[in-house]
Every structure is written in structure tokens, then in C-alpha cells.
């Protein structure tokens, strides 16, 4: 851009320099001795002496401001980050925390204690209810009141309780939610379980209204469900016993 302004600016004097009255030049002309440098005379000369020393002091002006500008640009975006991070993280969808509690639950799982549970359902969904009770009361721990209880009361108890439903009158269940926990030194697990039946099913074996949860989206078979909580301790042979069983409202 130097170039340019050099090139008008000498357009310039030369413009100006035809307009002189040539009377006056030749008179300059003929006595070239009294030609004298004054500083009227010397005001032409400034521009270009000049130019390129504002010109540098502006561009150094302008690096100087640019930098400080891209200070201020880096000290904008590190406060923003800042900022950004310090903000709540968005919550998770429902298909995420729904993967992240299986895994949860894939995690404490016990393998000992789900066979034990997948026997007893197995035999209440097979087996006659006698035998079923008899073998529920293999696992029971000793402090569990129905260990020795005889067999055809235990019947009768569930059959007037909230448990006939178990007596191979359910469709199906799922293993839910293990909990491990430590009670004076001594390991247990509570872990629940989903019982599906029909409505009338429901009803028909004592259940109530606050302990039934209604069918989840796209059951065609339309099941309710309970949830059944196992307690489960582990003894000095470092086998689990049934401590308790009991029936959770639906809050």
C-alpha cells in the first residue's frame, strides 16, 4: 500500500508544480542563489518522510491491540469453560440409567443365592404345594419361623395370606435388585422379585389395591405384578439361608 500512496502523493506535486506561475519559476530559475530552504519550502518534503513512520507506528499499534484483543479472547473462553463445567450435567435419559441399573444389578449379583431363588420358583410353579413348602423350608434358616413349622399348617397360612399367589398361581417373575449388606459381622443379600399374574388373580389370592403394580407399557398379557423381598443370610458354612420373605407396597 506504500507503493500507492508514494505514486499520488508525486502526482500531486506534479499537478501542483504545472500551476506554478512560470514567471515565478523562471525567476527561481534565473537566480538559482537565492533559491533558500525554508521551512515553507520544506513542508513537501514532510509527507513523504513522515508516512512511513506513522505507518509503522500504526501497524505496531495495531499488533499491540490485536494481541491484546486475543488476550482478552482466551481470558472470555477459558471463563466460559469454566463456566460450562461448573454447570449440572443433563440428566439421563430413561434408556441409559435403565442400562446402567441392570448393570448395577449384573454387578452385585450372587450366583449362589439366584439358583436357590430360581429353585424355589421352579418347584411353586411345578410341583404340588407340599412339596413346594417342603422345599422352601430346605433353605430356611434356622431362626426362620417356618423352618419346622409343620407342612400343612405352612399350607394353610399361605393359602389365607398374601403368599397363595405363589403356590403355582403366577405367570411369571423376574430376579430383581440385589442388596448386599453386612448386619454384625454376619453377610446378607435382600434381593426382590417381580410376580406377574392377571387382575383377577390379584384379587382372588388377598392382594391388595397399595401392593399391586399395574402392567408396564406394551405387556400384551396386560400382567400385574408384586414384589416379594427375600432376605438372605450367609451362615458359618458360608452357605445362604432364607431369613424372611415379605410382601412390599406399591408407594
Known sequence: MNYIFY????????????CFNYSVLNNLLQNKNNIKIN?????LLLPPVLYPLSVNAENEKSIEELREEANRIIEIIEAQKEAFNSLPKLKKNIKEQEIEKEQEIE??????IENILIN??????????????????????????IKNININK???SFDDGKYAILLGKFKKYE?????????????GYEVD??????????IYNS????????????????????VYRWNFIKDKNNNYKLESCYLLTNK
Open 39 to 43: 521551512r515553507r519550502n520544506t513542508l
Open 175 to 187: 430376579i430383581k435388585n440385589y442388596n448386599k449388606y453386612f448386619l454384625e459381622n454376619q453377610e
Open 154 to 156: 405352612l399350607k394353610s
Open 193 to 202: 422379585t417381580l410376580v406377574y399374574a392377571d387382575y383377577k388373580t390379584m
Open 107 to 112: 454387578n452385585n449379583k450372587n450366583i449362589n
Open 120 to 145: 424355589i420358583f421352579n418347584s411353586f410353579k411345578n410341583d404340588n404345594s407340599i412339596n413346594s413348602l417342603i422345599n422352601l423350608q430346605n433353605y430356611c434358616s434356622n431362626s426362620n419361623y
Open 7 to 18: 505514486l499520488i502523493y508525486f502526482l500531486l506535486i506534479i499537478n501542483n508544480c504545472l
Open 207 to 226: 392382594i391388595q389395591f397399595n401392593e399391586m403394580h399395574y402392567p408396564k407399557e406394551n405387556d400384551k398379557e396386560e400382567l400385574h405384578y408384586v
